[in-house]
Nanobody, 122 residues
Framework: QVQLVESGGGLVQAGGSLRLSCEVS????????RGWFRQAPGKEREFVAA????????IYADSVKGRFTISRDNAKNTVYLEMNNLKPEDTAVYYC???????????????WGQGTQVTVSS
């Protein structure tokens, strides 16, 4: 059974930083695109960032451009989301996802993690 496991969430003050990690249980996903999405209470799930299997292509939501960086280490089956200059509106459960194709729509991703909570205090 394929598993995506997120870690690194927590409570941080506005302006602070966090680094999320998402490890998968199989090396098959080294050839998959990986994405990060988030869902705040009472809101729809939204796209945050995604990276191609090689790491050569990256896409970001406008709301996080210049503050968040997505990267991956295929040798470790892990994708990262470095989040800097965090704002209270970044508070959400963050989910990682995997799919053969790179995209910015949650409906395009076949595999999902359980999520990790990020809370940014003002």
């Amino acid at each position: 059974q394929v598993q995506l496991v997120e870690s690194g969430g927590g409570l941080v003050q506005a302006g602070g930083s966090l680094r999320l990690s998402c490890e998968v249980s199989t090396r098959t996903f080294s050839s998959y695109a990986r994405g990060w999405f988030r869902q705040a209470p009472g809101k729809e799930r939204e796209f945050v960032a995604a990276i191609s299997w090689s790491g050569g292509s990256k896409i970001y939501a406008d709301s996080v451009k210049g503050r968040f960086t997505i990267s991956r280490d295929n040798a470790k089956n892990t994708v990262y989301l470095e989040m800097n200059n965090l704002k209270p509106e970044d508070t959400a459960v963050y989910y990682c996802a995997a799919d053969p194709l790179l995209g910015d729509s949650g409906s395009e991703y076949a595999y999902w993690g359980q999520g990790t909570q990020v809370t940014v205090s003002s």
